[in-house]
């Protein structure tokens, strides 16, 4: 090997070192100037069927329970799995304009509450392909709501913010819900 070659292969190195971090597994801390963030309100209906040949959100795991909880669609400690229409209206066959997809586990010991870990999802106009994602409890007993946003994919990569809901209806027998969303996005 050249001189010169060495010290080309040294160089080379160096440079992978320092543009790629590949000596370390974390690059140069940078200062940091975010873009103008823009807000996005969305407004649609959700509807989650736990009834029938087709329910849209199903149980995959609950507690064994002996107390008064289990004549509840979801007692404490059931775990649903869901892949909800999201629709312009609140009628079930009104324009579908996206889906909401993942979990939410009944964790109130005393009061109904749900916490959610659920994808919203749009398959129509500007938002489709986007999603934000929702962690946050769900005090279902109270008619309106809010729900915290946490991030999101896309146009709404990045995203923060809220989601004010609003039980259109509700059946207490068998869990089926249609709830209003109203939802305010920041992102960028
Ligand atoms: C939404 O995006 C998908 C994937 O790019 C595309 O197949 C579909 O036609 C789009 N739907 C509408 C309504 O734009
Ligand atoms: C609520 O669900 C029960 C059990 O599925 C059903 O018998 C009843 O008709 C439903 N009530 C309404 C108002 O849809
Ligand atoms: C949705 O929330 C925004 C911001 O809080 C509010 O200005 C707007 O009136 C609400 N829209 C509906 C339909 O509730």
């Known amino acids: 090997m050249g ?6 292969l040294v160089a080379f190195t160096l440079h992978l070192c320092m543009s790629f971090a590949l000596c370390e597994y974390y690059s140069e801390t940078l200062p940091f100037s975010p873009k103008q963030q823009v807000v ?6 959700f509807h989650d069927t736990l009834s029938g040949p087709e329910p849209s959100a199903v149980l995959i795991a609950k507690p064994h329970l002996t107390g008064e909880d289990s004549s509840s669609p979801t007692p404490f400690g059931s775990l649903m799995v869901m892949d909800d229409p999201l629709t312009l209206g609140p009628h079930p066959k009104s324009e579908q304009i996206g889906n909401a997809r993942g979990m939410y586990v009944s964790s109130g010991k005393h ?3 749900l916490t959610m870990y659920v994808d919203f999802g749009f398959t129509s106009g500007l938002f489709n392909g986007s999603s934000f994602t929702v962690f946050s409890r769900n005090p279902i007993t109270e008619k309106e709501r809010e729900l915290a946003v946490v991030g999101g994919r896309g146009r709404f990569r990045m995203a923060t913010g809220v989601a004010q809901l609003n039980t259109y ?20």
């Open 3 to 8: 001189k010169k070659t060495g010290i080309i």
């Open 40 to 45: 996005t309100n969305l407004h649609f209906f």
């Open 169 to 188: 209806s509700v059946n207490l027998t068998n869990g089926d819900a249609i709830v209003e969303y109203n939802v305010t996005l920041y992102h960028y």
């Open 111 to 113: 009061v109904p509450t």
